[in-house]
């Protein structure tokens, strides 16, 4: 316990804490500058499993932002790259790897036998998928999004609170949002949403007070918002529709 005697001293943790997150399996879709932020802190946190699922190479503008890399690895999938890369952190996680992008035809036997699923991905496609999962089999789900100087983030946890499709109805729209290739990013946002994911992840686990708002950070004006949200009864994925 030594390695992980400030998580127990934490009160917020305790020793009871630590057992769960070590008994815990989580998944993380996307190991990019969200979904690295995010394994980083997990492993090192002490989780039992880890499943990761990303299928992209590292280019040279990731080293901006994606901190799991560094430039001898531009060229590389990111995938090898990382499960190296959290394998130095913490030897005792045991490290699910997959080499796909999520979808609703593999998302069963990737995220199967998770406890918690975190979104580290860029694309509301994954994130309806990891939606749909999380309400059909009543496993917690984090979102997080980052875009320009702004980051969100919403925990997820069936059947108590709202789902993503209650708060981003699934529409025509939603397929051509504006990307990080479009307006840019500031390379903070992620390592401040990602953080604050594994910390809503950890409070999951443990049973601690997760988060019941929409939580907003725009890092540029340094305003942090919390906006209320509430099931939609007509909701295609978790209500009547």
Not at 145 to 157: A, C, N
Not at 172 to 183: G, I, K, Q, S, W
Request: charged share 20%; hydrophobic share 35%.
């Amino acid at each position: 316990m030594d390695r992980y005697c400030r998580n127990v001293t934490f009160s917020g943790i305790g020793e009871e804490g630590q057992r769960r997150i070590e008994e815990s399996s989580v998944a993380v879709v996307g190991l990019g500058a969200l979904g690295g932020t995010i394994a980083t802190h997990l492993v090192r946190a002490g989780v039992g499993t880890l499943t990761v699922c990303e299928h992209d190479t590292i280019d040279v503008h990731n080293i901006q932002r994606q901190l799991l890399y560094t430039e001898p690895d531009v060229g590389r999938p990111k995938l090898h790259t990382a499960v190296e890369a959290l394998g130095k952190m913490n030897s005792s996680v045991k490290i699910r790897a997959y080499d796909e992008f999520l979808d609703s035809n593999n998302a069963e036997r990737i995220l199967g036998g998770a406890d918690l699923v975190v979104d580290g991905t860029d694309r509301m496609g994954p994130r309806y998928v990891m939606n749909a999962f999380s309400v059909a089999h009543g496993v917690p789900y984090i979102y997080g999004g980052v875009l320009g100087g702004y980051g969100m983030t919403l925990s997820i946890v069936p059947p108590a609170t709202p789902c993503l499709a209650c708060v981003f109805p699934p529409s025509e729209r939603m397929d051509h949002l504006p990307t990080c290739a479009d307006v840019g990013i500031v390379n903070t946002v992620p390592a401040i949403i990602g953080s604050m994911q594994a910390t809503e992840a950890l409070k999951v686990i443990v049973g601690g007070p997760h988060s019941k708002d929409l939580i907003i950070y725009d890092v540029w004006e340094q305003t942090f918002d919390k906006v209320p949200v509430k099931k939609r009864p007509g909701c295609p994925v978790c209500g009547s529709g």
